[in-house]
């Protein structure tokens, strides 16, 4: 599985594209040495921790995640991930589109809790990944994923007109930082400078760096820059090259989508679609 890649021997990271569920993405992981800088999924990042011990930050706050632990996180998002303990830690995510789990319980969900302890479901967890992992038709796949996810949002998750925290809403909801963020997606393939974002928050440059910080619990920077992986990794998934990636996410070239593709998600572009399956034919471009 590309341990190759990492300075640590027994490291891996391994997505997969499964053909039986549109808006759903498996993947898999053993990390020891590497570090996730701060970044984003578009839709929800439901996992189990099966050894080892994870430390992450989400919304603000240090979370530790042993195994046995359900990491429940909500679309769009930041966070980090790094090793706790010298073993690093073993875990398996399922990525899901909102609009997915919209058409599979009825309503938005919304999980309250980043990491909860609870070994049964998570060792349930890992047994229907595994299984859902090797399904060869749509019948088997569709079938355990819907059973587990169903334990998971019914346990953990709670309906919800939005998918942040009351906390969240209202920061996120104020006129100006709702601009700055529509700002950010609407020219993520433009040089963006700090007074342009300071503008459509109506604020002096410090001021905006702090507000934006205290608000999104990273700096502006850090949130542009996960938007530009994140917008390159749905890219790369609809069989974009990635030169073509790295220039509609605003990323000077395709070594700097490398860079920061890598330290995002744990893979370069090239492997991400190799083991989804959308690596464009030589000589193709999109």
Aim: proline share 5%; aromatic share 10%; net charge neutral.
């Amino acid at each position: 599985m590309m341990a190759g890649m990492f300075r640590h021997p027994s490291e891996f990271v391994t997505f997969k594209a499964t053909p039986h569920l549109p808006g759903v993405e498996m993947y898999s992981a053993h990390l020891v040495d590497h570090a996730f800088a701060p970044h984003v999924h578009d839709g929800y990042s439901l996992g189990a921790i099966e050894a080892g011990v994870e430390r992450f930050r989400y919304q603000g706050a240090d979370h530790l995640a042993p195994a046995g632990t359900l990491v429940l996180l909500n679309p769009d998002e930041l966070h980090t991930g790094q090793a706790e303990v010298d073993a690093g830690w073993t875990y398996q995510m399922l990525y899901i589109e909102p609009e997915t789990l919209r058409a599979m319980t009825g309503s938005d969900a919304f999980f309250p809790d980043a990491a909860t302890h609870d070994a049964a479901l998570a060792t349930a967890f890992r047994k229907t990944f595994r299984r859902m992992w090797s399904a060869s038709d749509d019948l088997a796949f569709v079938s355990d994923f819907t059973q587990l996810v169903d334990a998971i949002v019914t346990r953990y998750g709670r309906n919800a007109k939005a998918l942040r925290s009351p906390a969240a809403r209202e920061t996120r909801g104020t006129a100006g930082m709702r601009r700055v963020l529509d700002c950010i997606e609407a020219r993520l393939d433009e040089t963006l400078n700090v007074e342009t974002l300071a503008a459509e928050a109506d604020l002096s440059v410090f001021h905006f760096v702090r507000t934006f910080s205290a608000t999104f619990h990273v700096t502006p920077h850090q949130y542009l820059q996960a938007r530009r992986a994140a917008r390159a990794k749905s890219l790369l998934a609809q069989r974009a090259s990635p030169s073509d990636a790295a220039a509609a996410a605003g990323l000077t070239d395709q070594s700097h989508l490398n860079r920061w593709f890598k330290r995002t998600y744990g893979v370069t572009p090239a492997q991400y679609q190799q083991q989804i399956g959308t690596r464009p034919k030589p000589g193709t471009r999109r």
